[in-house]
């Protein structure tokens, strides 16, 4: 005789006594099934194989040349292409993950930059191994707010001596310009140029703006509207703060509002007079928020990308960051486009956030400051 399974709905032989007798192993069977072990945690670059961000990197390298009257423009792997992060907070780990991806990348990128909070909570929080992290030495460095905090007895905050001393190992090879050479004064602010990509790219101490970095900030700009050069300027703080606007249904300025704190109103006052002059200003690049926020500073022509935590931690991040998952690692890969006047962004890492915004890549028209793409 046979029934039917009321799972599957197969014909199967009907159970006698004696046959449970003969299949008293059958008991064995209901144990709990002993699952597959778990596969080892993915690498980065097993998560952002070339097959997928080959022709992502190969698109954001093209630059534009200036075109004869009625003839399209000529291409060149030319274009100034970093790979942004910010707020690693001695993380160990994942600074490594950043790393072995700038380097197996490194032919579609020109440089790495890192917008502050380098240790953890304070001096405290750091690892010496951090330093040791290969290529980690020569990623373009600006300072945060924790990276001062020293918190002992006798010292609340370090001074840009100190701060240079401990996060700036390796700025001889950084290819920057720093008043007074790259470690006389032990100042931390610096402009890099890529005369070939047309660009100037600031590197700000937001930590400890003065007068003498003011007026610094101020010749520099000068210099490069003589020069011809678009300007970057990159520092940790958002630079207005919460006097910003967002782009409308832009899927890098989260929708999260809860750190916004720092700001550097007479930066974005000297940005505001080279453009006056002539200038042409691309956009700041920061970190701080934890959370991407991207969008216009109130009042002025200045588009400013700040870019979320590339620490594995959820704490103010929008987004759940799971390990061995893409979502472990969060940075940028940005393009910058003097030709087309365009900012072109691809996301690494966590694409999602708790709003369901999915920040996989956009294209920003730095010159209208609106997204295009
Ligand atoms: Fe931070």
């Known amino acids: 005789m046979k029934r039917r399974s009321f799972l599957t709905g197969a014909l199967i032989a009907a159970t006698t ?18 699952l597959p072990a778990k596969p080892a945690a993915k690498s980065i670059i097993e998560l952002n194989p070339p097959e997928t961000l080959l022709p992502i990197l190969q698109n954001m390298q093209m630059r534009a040349i200036k075109p004869t009257p009625h003839k399209p423009p000529i291409y060149q792997s030319e274009q ?8 690693i907070h001695n993380d160990v780990k994942n600074l490594r993950r950043v790393m072995e991806f700038a380097l197996h990348y ?27 992290v ?50 006389p004064d032990g ?37 490069a509207r003589v020069k011809g050069l678009a300007v970057v300027t990159s520092q940790h703080y958002p630079p207005a703060g919460k006097a910003v606007t967002g782009l409308p249904n832009c899927p890098f300025d ?25 200038g042409e200003f691309v956009c700041w690049l920061g970190g701080h928020t934890h959370t991407d926020f991207c969008g216009t500073i109130n009042g002025k022509k200045q588009l400013f990308i700040c870019v979320g935590t590339a620490k594995n931690f959820e704490l ?16 940028n890969v940005v393009a910058i486009d003097t030709y087309h006047k365009h900012i072109r962004v691809v996301r690494i890492g966590a694409e999602w956030n708790r709003y369901l915004q999915h920040r996989v890549t956009m294209c920003l028209d730095y010159a209208a400051r609106k997204q295009v793409g």
């Open 134 to 183: 290969p290529g980690f030495k020569d990623v373009l460095k600006t300072l945060g707010n924790h990276d001062i905090y020293k918190w002992n007895k006798t010292t609340r905050n370090a001074t840009p001596r100190e701060c240079h001393d401990k996060y700036f190992a390796g700025i001889e090879s950084w290819g920057v310009v720093q008043p007074g050479g790259t470690n």
């Open 316 to 331: 103010w991040c929008d987004s759940r960051r799971v390990t061995g998952e893409k979502s472990q690692d969060l940075f």
């Open 254 to 278: 989260s929708l999260q509002r809860e750190s916004l704190g720092g700001a550097l109103p007479r930066a974005v006052e000297a940005v505001d007079a080279f453009q006056k002059a002539g």
């Open 80 to 87: 100034l292409v970093l790979l942004h992060f910010a707020d």
């Open 187 to 223: 100042l931390c602010y610096w402009y890099k140029d890529y005369p070939a990509c047309g660009v100037r790219l600031i590197g700000l101490d937001c930590m400890h703006y003065d007068d003498a970095q003011q007026t610094w900030l101020a010749s520099t700009l000068e210099d």
């Open 17 to 34: 006594p004696d046959m449970l007798a003969a299949d008293a192993p059958i008991a064995a069977t209901k144990q709990p099934p002993v």
């Open 106 to 132: 490194r032919k579609y990128l020109t440089d790495s930059l890192l917008t502050g909070d380098i240790a953890g909570g304070s001096w405290n929080d750091w690892s010496d191994e951090m330093m040791a």
